[in-house]
């Protein structure tokens, strides 16, 4: 069964920078693009990053900038540098696998989520 592994959350203060790792299984990976996705409480899922298989990405408009997203198809994994980071990027992180683009339904392997923290 194809699944995905997050780790690099944490409690971080602002401006300061935090990567995330996902690592796939082979089928997870090579079904498709990678994605990276958030959702803070009482809010809805927020698109942040895709990575197309041949490596084109994809930003929201709220990290264009900032955030730095990469796929490694020989480790098997994604990433999700995140940089000059600010309270609203505060949220539950998940990868995602088997999509494409910024619509999450579209992704068929999710990653458990892991918590990104941000203070003052």
């Known amino acids: 069964q194809a699944q995905l592994t997050e780790s690099g959350g944490g409690l971080v203060q602002a401006g300061d920078s935090l990567t995330l790792s996902c690592a796939a299984s082979g089928r997870a990976l090579r079904s498709g693009g990678m994605g990276w996705f958030r959702q803070a409480p009482g809010k809805e899922r927020e698109f942040v990053a895709a990575i197309a298989w041949k490596g084109g990405i994809t930003y929201s408009d709220s990290v264009k900038g900032r955030f730095t997203a990469s796929r490694d198809n020989a480790k098997s994994a994604s990433y999700l540098e995140m940089n000059s980071l600010k309270i609203e990027d505060t949220a539950v992180y998940y990868c995602?696998?088997?999509?494409?683009?910024?619509?999450?339904?579209?992704?068929?392997?999710w990653g458990q989520g892991t918590q990104v923290t941000v203070s003052s």
């Open positions: 995602a696998a088997g999509g494409i683009g910024p619509n999450w339904r579209s992704y068929s392997y």
